[in-house]
């Protein structure tokens, strides 16, 4: 049975057709032979000439034996037709409840939950046929929903929290150039006044290019392409020279083979971590790269004085600064993660004991955007 429910749905059918009416034939000739050796027990009647020419009359069948040949006769007729209905009605209830039950219920409930927006359940696969298959593609398009769903949820909580603090930070600044406005209306306003109005323009502006940056890392797409160890370990030696300056650099990487990888958000997520290193650094960087499972890892360690524990506790915040004197909006880690996620990755960020800082950047090898 269980080999038959793996079975192709036209091969299933002609099997359990061939084998119903197989069976009704069997069943025909049964009734037939039954019938014949039924019929031979009574007087056949007629006559019978014998060898000398005479007529002899041969017993004939009762009233009550002619009605049992009669009835017999009726049910070879009848039989000849229904049996074989019979075998392939048989064959098509066997094949539904053998091959389509099972399936179509399970589809039919699937399709009923996600018109009701329920996409966290599991599709069952019976059976490896056609139906079986399409099952499975079902489940695998409810998983895809699934996962955009989430990450639309994601953006949308995402951006709801980030319109939060833009809107936050910029009560500040707005205060400060209303104060600013109202003493040049009144021909009070000094060069102090000026300069602040001026600096606090700058601020706005880059608050409204961190926001635009945002947006552009969340509809950039995800090119995969294959990418040497070597040439990513001389990317990453000439981009930590031209940001660490005089610091010491220590570059570690596969020596041999390739992967697949987003190139170009690679080397954004590696100079966002190594920019930030060399800012905090006080005289070394540490950078490695290695496979792990599925995974490329970027570590990037430096010397310095270390995450703070709001920023390894809650990640990294668009607007958030490193330190209160900082210029920058921690945007640099947040694009980070933002591009690793995008990848089927994590950044994690930790502090070593009696070290510093180190980030990892996490990009799935096999993802598919």
């Not at 299933?12 to 032979?33: E, R, T």
């Not at 039950?101 to 009701?116: C, D, E, W």
């Not at 890892?297 to 607007?319: A, C, H, M, R, S």
Request: hydrophobic share 40%; charged share 20%; with cysteine.
């Amino acid at each position: 049975m269980e080999r038959l429910k793996n079975m192709g749905l036209k091969k299933s059918f002609l099997i359990l057709s061939a084998s119903c009416v197989l069976l009704a034939l069997l069943l025909l000739g049964l009734i037939f032979l039954i019938c014949n050796l039924v019929s031979k027990t009574f007087p056949a009647g007629g006559v019978e000439i014998l060898s000398d020419g005479s007529i002899v009359k041969l017993e004939a069948p009762t009233a009550s034996q002619q009605r049992i040949l009669t009835m017999l006769n009726i049910i070879q007729m009848v039989s000849c037709i229904v049996l074989p209905m019979g075998g392939l009605a048989l064959s098509g209830v066997l094949y539904y409840r053998i091959k389509l039950k099972q399936p179509i219920a399970a589809l039919r409930n699937g399709i009923i939950r996600v018109q009701n927006h329920n996409l966290d359940f599991s599709m069952p696969v019976h059976s490896d046929d056609e139906l079986g298959q399409l099952c499975a593609a079902f489940d695998t398009m409810r998983e895809g929903l699934l996962k955009s769903n989430q990450e639309l949820w994601r953006q949308a909580e995402e951006r709801k929290r980030l319109n939060a603090a833009f809107s936050h930070d910029l009560r500040n600044p707005i205060t400060v150039l209303k104060g600013t406005v109202k003493l040049l209306r009144k021909g009070t306003a000094d060069q102090q006044a000026i300069d602040r109005l001026e600096s606090y323009t700058l601020r706005i502006e880059q608050y409204v290019e961190a926001m635009s940056s945002i947006q552009r890392l969340e509809q950039m797409p995800v090119r995969l392409s294959e990418c040497p160890y070597s040439l990513l370990r001389s990317e990453l030696e000439d981009t930590a020279k031209l940001l660490a300056g005089t610091l010491e650099l220590s570059i570690s990487a596969p020596d041999n083979g390739t992967t697949q990888l987003d190139h170009g958000l690679f080397l954004t997520v590696a100079e966002n971590l190594i920019g930030n290193a060399a800012r905090f650094a006080k005289s070394k960087i540490i950078i490695h790269l290695e496979r792990q499972g599925n995974f490329l890892l970027l570590l990037v360690t430096d010397d310095g004085p270390g995450y703070p524990v709001e920023l390894i506790q809650n990640g990294p915040k668009p607007f958030g600064k490193m330190k209160e004197d900082a210029a920058h909006f921690g945007m640099g880690l947040y694009s980070s993660q933002t591009l690793c996620r995008k990848h089927g990755g994590t950044l994690a960020l930790e502090n070593r004991q009696g070290y510093g800082a180190m980030a990892t950047a996490s990009f799935q090898i096999n993802f598919k955007s």
